[in-house]
């Protein structure tokens, strides 16, 4: 892995800080009702990409998560107007204004979703792996899921065959501390989510979830370990969504106190304090670089928003592969 310097720290912050006001602002917009249907934001968690992708090569690496997406792929390098466009139902989004917030996607960027079934990335987190392994691709695989899709029976499978055939393939719990509206200490007499992965002989850790260069050390440990033919790890990194589950989400299950504490240990806040404790800028450059995020979040959204939706024929054309499909009635 690269050394992790001050000039590191610096592009966490601002990397960081847009993905916090890009998110602020979705979901502005979709109480202006702009973007429709589902809106799962990432407000807390921004310290895992910026960590992960830092220890990644991607180059060749892949990643692949469930549905709070939007996040995850700019930090593979998306675009992220094409990402609001996505967001708006507008033809330059990532999958043509017709995926939506939970379908996010890149093939370029080989950023594999965005899925909403819980759980259902796992496998295929494993299947791409497998197919790295099997074309001797020297690629790995980061497989990401909340602390609720380990409940999922495909998870044990998943591990178990990840096992016994050495895959390259990091799983990473996202552990929020809640799925949906139940906490983990709910749904299950193993708080430690970690733990699960050492049960079948994978090399499993916890990692604190609010400061990107532990996540940057303990990722690029496992990645490495992966692309040597090692096998698969597990990483639960702790961490806290400062918003609901969704937009719809009164949150009733939790208070304003315990929010507030996990504020109190924002990565972006621990970042800049960081940043200034060590001199390496002051509170005018930093303040400069936040002005120059809401500059770019401001045209993301003028890009969604001056984009043509996808005609009908468009939603068909990204459909089916078969350009004549024999089922096909585009007179409907």
Same mark, same amino acid.
Request: aromatic share 12%.
């Given at each position: 892995?690269?050394?992790?310097?001050?000039?590191?720290?610096?592009?966490?912050?601002?990397?960081?800080?847009?993905?916090?006001?890009?998110?602020?602002?979705?979901?502005?917009?979709?109480?202006?009702?702009?973007?429709?249907?589902?809106?799962?934001?990432?407000?807390?968690?921004?310290?895992?990409?910026?960590?992960?992708?830092?220890?990644?090569?991607?180059?060749?690496?892949?990643?692949?998560?469930?549905?709070?997406?939007?996040?995850?792929?700019?930090?593979?390098?998306?675009?992220?107007?094409?990402?609001?466009?996505?967001?708006?139902?507008?033809?330059?989004?990532?999958?043509?204004?017709?995926?939506?917030?939970?379908?996010?996607?890149?093939?370029?960027?080989?950023?594999?979703?965005?899925?909403?079934?819980?759980?259902?990335?796992?496998?295929?987190?494993?299947?791409?792996?497998?197919?790295?392994?099997?074309?001797?691709?020297?690629?790995?695989?980061?497989?990401?899921?909340?602390?609720?899709?380990?409940?999922?029976?495909?998870?044990?499978?998943?591990?178990?065959?990840?096992?016994?055939?050495?895959?390259?393939?990091?799983?990473?719990?996202?552990?929020?501390?809640?799925?949906?509206?139940?906490?983990?200490?709910?749904?299950?007499?193993?708080?430690?989510?970690?733990?699960?992965?050492?049960?079948?002989?994978?090399?499993?850790?916890?990692?604190?979830?609010?400061?990107?260069?532990?996540?940057?050390?303990?990722?690029?440990?496992?990645?490495?370990?992966?692309?040597?033919?090692?096998?698969?790890?597990?990483?639960?990194?702790?961490?806290?969504?400062?918003?609901?589950?969704?937009?719809?989400?009164?949150?009733?299950?939790?208070?304003?106190?315990?929010?507030?504490?996990?504020?109190?240990?924002?990565?972006?806040?621990?970042?800049?304090?960081?940043?200034? &404790?060590?001199?390496?800028?002051?509170?005018?450059?930093?303040?400069?670089?936040?002005?120059?995020?809401?500059?770019?979040?401001?045209?993301?959204?003028?890009?969604? &928003?001056?984009?043509?939706?996808?005609?009908?024929?468009?939603?068909?054309?990204?459909?089916?592969?078969?350009?004549?499909?024999?089922?096909?009635?585009?007179?409907?």
């Amino acid at each position: 892995m690269k050394k992790i310097n001050e000039q590191t720290y610096l592009k966490w912050f601002q990397d960081m800080s847009f993905w916090r006001k890009f998110e602020d602002k979705c979901r502005s917009l979709y109480l202006k009702r702009k973007i429709r249907g589902f809106l799962h934001l990432y407000n807390g968690q921004e310290a895992i990409p910026a960590g992960l992708t830092y220890a990644m090569d991607l180059s060749k690496d892949h990643m692949i998560t469930a549905y709070r997406c939007h996040i995850l792929p700019m930090s593979m390098g998306v675009d992220p107007k094409e990402i609001m466009a996505e967001l708006f139902g507008k033809k330059t989004g990532t999958s043509h204004g017709i995926g939506g917030s939970m379908h996010i996607f890149s093939k370029k960027h080989r950023f594999y979703g965005g899925h909403g079934i819980v759980g259902g990335q796992i496998p295929l987190g494993a299947g791409i792996a497998f197919a790295d392994k099997y074309f001797n691709r020297k690629s790995v695989t980061i497989t990401l899921m909340g602390d609720g899709a380990v409940r999922q029976g495909s998870l044990h499978e998943t591990f178990n065959m990840s096992m016994m055939w050495n895959l390259p393939v990091v799983f990473v719990c996202e552990n929020n501390q809640y799925a949906m509206g139940t906490s983990v200490k709910r749904s299950t007499n193993i708080e430690d989510i970690y733990k699960i992965g050492l049960s079948y002989g994978m090399p499993s850790y916890p990692i604190d979830g609010m400061d990107p260069e532990k996540i940057a050390n303990a990722a690029s440990q496992a990645i490495e370990r992966a692309r040597n033919g090692k096998g698969s790890s597990f990483l639960e990194i702790r961490t806290y969504r400062y918003r609901g589950h969704s937009m719809s989400d009164s949150e009733s299950y939790r208070n304003k106190e315990e929010i507030n504490f996990f504020k109190k240990k924002d990565p972006i806040l621990k970042l800049k304090n960081f940043i200034l &404790e060590n001199k390496w800028s002051n509170e005018e450059h930093l303040s400069l670089i936040e002005e120059q995020v809401k500059i770019k979040v401001d045209s993301c959204v003028k890009f969604a &928003e001056t984009s043509r939706p996808p005609s009908i024929n468009e939603m068909y054309d990204v459909v089916y592969f078969e350009k004549e499909y024999p089922f096909l009635d585009r007179t409907i």
